[in-house]
């Protein structure tokens, strides 16, 4: 992979370039490209609306033309719009972002994914001189996305070409499937300490199976219901043969 | 599926509620919840921010409580920090958007998207009161979206629960093999009129195949191609034999 900047042509609103680099530094992405910038004020709603890229990504927005993008990235245009059929090349053929993700993922290029005005994004006179064209799957009744979200989607849907981390941990900790089996016999043993009917005693075990193994429920989840039970089980042969029973 | 809405919990900002409101339209859905909602003025920044959805979602969204709505629904809680192990069920065990999509899928219910605060999201006790933790993947380094981007990429990711159609045509129209085949004849019947040198000729047509494999041609691109490549072929044939060769 090369570098994938995101580049905003024309926008008016200051608020949907902040948008759009907070969206980027979120999702790992550095470079960005604003041709005919509205002014991007430091105390302004850019700025305001940018999150912590108000101290990298913003201030280190370049500002050049349409034809210098044209020139030095493989270029991808955004449009809510597309063409219905191969009759037109303007917008059609077209990728969703996640084939996009795919697709970026197997080229080894310096690409830009351009975005529009607010209100007509790009013309076809632009989209016409971009290699490629991306549109975001929305409702057929109002399928046009706000500026920045639509960047905010794409740059989700892209976020894994950046070789950046996520927050999120690996989820490993679903409990190994004997726990889980001891987990199940442990509700059998319940079922005897209680008395429960021997008729239903099958029945209602293999409904617990069903449930946890919906579950997956995790080490921690395991060991506290396994200990929930047992002293209940515990508890219930106390009242039988116990001092109390 | 039941109705899947979405509750906004204690907002400070307008413009962020149309923002959600405005993605909800985009993806198709209508029921918006607010608890504790900012004063939503007809000529404020939440109906500016909410394009078509100041007809709908806007003006019928519900002030409600968050009593109600965990009482109501099957609710998911969205957060940007997850708790990193089964030692805390606060906010663990978590689903990305896509998974909650899948999950989602295979449930009869009617479902609460919960979000929190633009500062602080949803409390620690808020969350522990709602049924599906939901984190969307970020960078590690600056995993907190903004509120109104947040709630676009989960409904983004959960449109095709709504049933919406989408705006995008279906691309069915890559040309049909024999018709491909036939383009790569027509490239081979180039490369004889003009004479190419007999031992390149596999190479480049073998070439040829391959970026034309790679491209995934429609009928449209096919035809014309073929049109160009069999106009030039007869070209070439003149200069060698007609009139003018």
């Not at 979120?26 to 005919?36: H, I, S």
């Not at 990298?56 to 033309?65: I, M, R």
């Not at 199976?209 to 929930?228: D, K, M, S």
Request: charge should be negative; charged fraction near 25%.
């Amino acid at each position: 992979m090369g570098e994938i900047a995101v580049a905003v042509v024309d926008a008016d609103t200051p608020g949907n370039v902040g948008t759009i680099a907070r969206a980027m530094k979120n999702f790992g992405f550095a470079d960005l490209l604003l041709v005919d910038p509205p002014d991007l004020d430091p105390d302004g709603e850019a700025y305001g609306m940018a999150g912590h890229a108000r101290e990298d990504v913003l201030p280190g927005a370049e500002a050049t033309t349409f034809d210098a993008i044209v020139e030095n990235y493989y270029t991808v245009g955004f449009t809510a719009i597309t063409n219905e059929t191969g009759a037109n090349h303007v917008r059609y053929p077209f990728l969703t972002p996640a084939e996009l993700a795919g697709e970026l993922a197997g080229i080894d290029a310096d690409v830009a994914l351009v975005f529009g005005r607010e209100d007509v994004g790009l013309t076809n006179e632009e989209m016409a001189r971009l290699d490629r064209v991306c549109s975001i799957p929305a409702g057929a009744e109002y399928p046009v996305l706000n500026l920045g979200q639509a960047a905010t989607i794409a740059l989700y849907e892209l976020r894994g070409l950046t070789g950046t981390e996520s927050q999120l941990p690996e989820i490993t900790d679903r409990a190994d499937a004997e726990r889980i089996e001891g987990l199940l016999d442990q509700f059998g043993a319940l079922l005897d300490a209680i008395g429960y009917r021997e008729v239903k005693r099958a029945k209602t075990a293999r409904l617990w199976r069903r449930l946890i193994g919906r579950a997956h429920p995790t080490e921690r989840e395991v060991t506290t219901l396994r200990g929930v039970l047992r002293r209940a089980s515990e508890r219930a042969q106390e009242d039988d043969h116990g001092p109390h029973g």
